[in-house]
């Protein structure tokens, strides 16, 4: 089984080299690992250059389904993987979906919640209380949930529903593709299935806000297929 990794970033230098360590340290069986320069005016396309690992696609329409798209277009792999530019895979990451999708022949998708290595014990206290509040009951009660910066796909799935929606600009795009894949196949998501990442937008919006949006946009995603909110200032 050959699982791409696909990477979108956006203005990223000071945190895709970090990111791109970890899969060094750690990634080293995957198939490819693509990241995709999202139009960034900064050095982020030359910082992921250095690793002789990684290729690098540019993408000059600026947004993060636009970005993810062309991860899909690009991968070559049987299973798509997606992370942040600012995430950190740990030892286990790609264990973890290989087993998963190995084991389960009707897993469509596999996702997760993120670990903040940059918060306070106090902030990060907050933040666990929000996804084990949030997360499990509602994955439940819905039947699927993706995180968009910790999911791996069937590239064969993403072709049946043709890839992502890139009329979506930021919130919701999430739970549009879980809710579109949902048709052919399970959507699982894992509580232990987890990345490290920055929370350093989780800041400065706000802990309790930024859940709030996101789980509203959730909401309105399921019942209306349609995001609430319409775009974000820090479109990746």
């Not at 490819?32 to 993408?59: H, L, M, W």
């Not at 062309?70 to 740990?90: M, N, P, T, V, W």
């Not at 069937?154 to 529903?161: G, N, Q, R, S, T």
């Amino acid at each position: 089984m050959k699982i791409s990794l696909i990477i979108p970033a956006y203005n990223e230098e000071k945190y895709i080299g970090d990111c791109l360590k970890s899969i060094e340290e750690y990634g080293k069986d995957f198939f490819e690992v693509i990241v995709i320069n999202n139009a960034s005016s900064d050095n982020t396309a030359r910082v992921a250059s250095n690793f002789p690992f990684v290729r690098v696609v540019d993408q000059p329409q600026k947004g993060l389904l636009w970005a993810r798209q062309k991860g899909y277009e690009e991968g070559k792999g049987d299973i798509l993987a997606y992370i942040d530019s600012d995430c950190r895979i740990g030892p286990m990451w790609y264990e973890n979906i290989l087993k998963e999708f190995t084991k389960n022949k009707n897993l469509v998708s596999l996702s997760g919640p993120y670990k903040y290595y940059d918060l306070t014990s106090f902030e990060n206290f907050q933040a666990n209380i929000g996804w084990w509040i949030s997360a499990p009951l509602t994955y439940r009660i819905v039947g699927y949930m993706v995180l968009g910066g910790n999911f791996a796909v069937k590239k064969e799935a993403l072709d049946k529903i043709k890839g992502f929606n890139t009329g979506i600009s930021f919130y919701g795009e999430d739970t549009d593709l879980a809710r579109r894949l949902s048709p052919y196949g399970k959507v699982k998501f894992k509580m232990n299935f987890t990345i490290n990442t920055s929370g350093r937008r989780l800041i400065k919006e706000g802990i309790f806000k930024t859940f709030i949006v996101y789980g509203l946009n959730y909401i309105w995603e399921v019942f209306f297929k349609k995001p609430l909110t319409k775009s974000h200032e820090n479109i990746r």
